[in-house]
């Protein structure tokens, strides 16, 4: 055999042979890579996104799309091979993979996780719709949890409202432990509270919640933490339950969105919901995609996988994208041909953006820069 020949083989069989050990070699990383993106304007699966009733809506054109991004499940294991050619590849991200299920979370945890985040986002979109077109919305302070075996176990329940404890009114979350932790573990705290069955059914009445009942329960001392860590929180006073935020809006606003969590569509959501209550529409046609959450301030906040959400944006057929204060630099340093970032810091700001691009004044528009 020629010794070319005999090379020429050799390496080929040393090739095959490095291929198949890849294969088998299993590494601590997962891959992100762009998903779907959804016109919060448009339909889902034969519906609405956004279904408003008992408000009068208007007609909207263009495209205002949230983005989205994939990731590898978290039983599944990349191979060398897999994740040699995922860091090559433009159209995907290879990275740690606690980066994605931290302390070993399952995926079973990370998806409840992510629709919880997902629930929360479309309540504060729809209280910064509101907000930013002076629309009121009741905000009331509710029962979020109670612990087994607390001393409010069949005292107070989830979706309880909360109006005072101890006779001072309740404005917010942090109000209710304030007045708790006031007591020592083994006096009585009186909570003022309207049953979740009438909060339930005044919500659906659009109307503020009646018939206010007073609860008295014995505190106990907070339990010392199981890792043994000095919180400096052990030995205060408590009654077992975690308070929150809920709101009644003056009319119904519904999302309907399957098979999406988290939450970064918060922003989307919120302008998809001012463009349907206002009359014109917000993108003169244009074709807008975007990220980012959103606070019931109207507040925007940075989100993960910048860079795969550009890429689905522009093969979606985006020409500009609203890009959260903080994920300018990440995702000006890569940004596809033909996308123009805008940079957004409220839904304010977004709105304003939003005016100049229908006027055609894009040159006037808050970039993104690398550094």
């Not at 294969?23 to 448009?42: A, C, F, R």
């Not at 949230?66 to 897999?82: D, I, K, P």
């Not at 606690?98 to 409840?112: L, N, R």
């Not at 995609?289 to 795969?308: E, F, H, L, Q, R």
């Amino acid at each position: 055999m020629p010794r070319r020949t005999a090379t020429m083989l050799a390496s080929t069989l040393v090739l095959i042979a490095l291929l198949c050990v890849g294969v088998l070699i299993k590494v601590p990383y997962s891959e992100m890579s762009p998903g779907p993106t959804v016109n919060t304007l448009g339909e889902a699966r034969g519906e609405p996104v956004l279904q408003i009733s008992g408000r009068k809506t208007y007609p909207t054109s263009g495209h205002l799309n949230m983005t989205t991004v994939r990731v590898t499940g978290a039983e599944y294991r990349m191979n060398l091979v897999e994740a040699v050619y995922g860091w090559m590849a433009h159209d995907s991200v290879v990275v740690p993979h606690d980066t994605i299920y931290p302390d070993g979370k399952t995926e079973e945890q990370s998806t409840q996780e992510n629709a919880e985040e997902f629930s929360q986002s479309q309540e504060s979109a729809k209280v910064a719709a509101l907000k930013e077109l002076k629309i009121p919305v009741t905000t009331q302070v509710v029962v979020s949890t109670v612990v087994k075996d607390s001393p409010a176990q069949d005292k107070l329940h989830a979706g309880d409202v909360i109006r005072a404890v101890d006779g001072k009114p309740v404005e917010e979350p942090g109000d209710v432990a304030k007045l708790v932790t006031e007591h020592r573990a083994g006096e009585d705290v009186v909570f003022t509270i309207v049953p979740a069955k009438e909060a339930v059914a005044a919500e659906k009445a659009r109307r503020t919640p009646e018939g206010e009942e007073k609860v008295t329960i014995t505190t106990v001392k907070a339990p010392a933490p199981k890792d043994g860590a000095d919180s400096g929180q052990e030995g205060r006073a408590i009654v077992g339950i975690a308070a929150g935020t809920d709101h009644v809006f003056p009319f119904e606003i519904d999302i309907k969105l399957a098979d999406v969590g988290g939450p970064s569509a918060g922003l989307m959501f919120s302008l998809g919901i001012i463009d349907k209550l206002t009359p014109g529409d917000l993108t003169g046609g244009k074709f807008v995609a975007g990220t980012g959450t959103i606070d019931d301030s109207g507040k925007v906040g940075p989100i993960g996988g910048i860079t795969m959400k550009l890429v689905g944006a522009r093969s979606a057929g985006a020409r500009y994208f609203l890009t959260p204060d903080d994920n300018c630099a990440s995702a000006a340093a890569d940004t596809p041909d033909g996308l123009t970032l805008v940079r957004v810091k409220t839904i304010e700001d977004a709105t304003k953006s939003l005016e100049q691009i229908r006027a055609g004044k894009t040159d006037a528009l808050p970039s993104c820069s690398a550094s």
